[in-house]
């Protein structure tokens, strides 16, 4: 597994009050499920490795380049593919234009740009839609089109929030296969679903108060488990185990 982004002493806040207090952070290929109660700081995170906003303090690095300045983030930004929790979206806009328009954000060369375009879009499965407008899809054929907006150019980092939001069962599973098909990317999915990091992440964080309460592999997750904690599966119960440790990292 190839180290695609690191993070060292994060600060990142809103104001004067710090999210992030001084977070180190990995991230190689395969996927990490991001996982954490609300406002544990997962979109502060996956907004600050985007790039989106540059970070209070420390160090990231994506591909080897640092990205804490917008002049040195141009250069990476290709590399990295960002589905915020609320994208928004030009309504009038076909699916296919619209991901050649994010295609062209992320400035995928021109002479790339089409055939990236029509194979993020065949990846989600919306080839038939290719000509629909944003504005006419449903729910979870709209959140496909944003995670083919985040693939688009086959970036080697993408960040996705909570992607999984909105879709029913069927549409879970065939995002899930979507997922283990993008080989030699490192992908890093914030998820209030437990069940989605047990189907396909190679590692886990739990975050809390915008530290990271627990990193592994998610049987290590399993092993931790109170059998009293609340939970209907192993991974659930070791995901509460973790979550009520008192804000004291487990692992
Ligand atoms: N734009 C903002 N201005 C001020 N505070 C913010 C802003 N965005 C987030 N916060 C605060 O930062 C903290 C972390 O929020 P964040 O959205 O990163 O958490 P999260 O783990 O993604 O939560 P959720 O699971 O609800 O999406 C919260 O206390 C939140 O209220």
Redesign the pocket.
Do not use: F, I, R
């Given at each position: 597994m190839e180290i695609v982004a690191r993070a060292s002493g994060l600060v990142q806040g809103?104001?004067q009050r710090p999210?992030i207090d001084g977070l180190d952070i990995e991230i190689s290929t395969g996927v990490l499920g991001l996982l954490?109660?609300?406002?544990?700081?997962?979109?502060?995170?996956l907004r600050t490795l985007a790039s989106v906003a540059p970070p209070v303090a420390g160090r990231i690095e994506v591909l080897g380049q640092s990205v804490e300045s917008e002049s040195t983030a141009r250069r990476v930004r290709r590399d990295i593919g960002y589905l915020p929790?609320d994208f928004g979206y030009y309504p009038n806009f076909s699916v296919y234009d619209f991901v050649r328009y994010c295609a062209w954000l992320r400035e995928v060369p021109k002479k790339e740009a089409d055939a990236a375009t029509r194979h993020a879009v065949a990846s989600v499965g919306l080839e038939k839609q290719s000509k629909a407008k944003m504005k006419s899809l449903s729910g979870g054929m709209l959140r496909r089109a944003g995670i083919a907006t985040a693939i688009v150019g086959s970036p080697k980092l993408v960040l996705l929030d909570?992607p999984t939001v909105g879709l029913d069962p069927a549409q879970r599973l065939e995002f899930r296969g979507l997922i283990r098909s993008l080989q030699d990317t490192a992908i890093v999915l914030?998820t209030?679903l437990v069940e989605d990091v047990a189907a396909i992440c190679d590692d886990t964080a739990v975050?809390s108060d915008g530290r990271f309460l627990f990193r592994g592999v998610p049987d290590e997750l399993v092993a931790l488990a109170n059998p009293d904690a609340p939970g209907d599966s192993a991974l659930e119960r070791g995901y509460m185990t973790v979550l009520n440790s008192n804000g004291m990292p487990v692992a």
């Open positions: 809103y104001g999210v954490g109660p609300n406002g544990a700081g997962k979109t502060t995170l929790q909570e914030s209030h975050m």
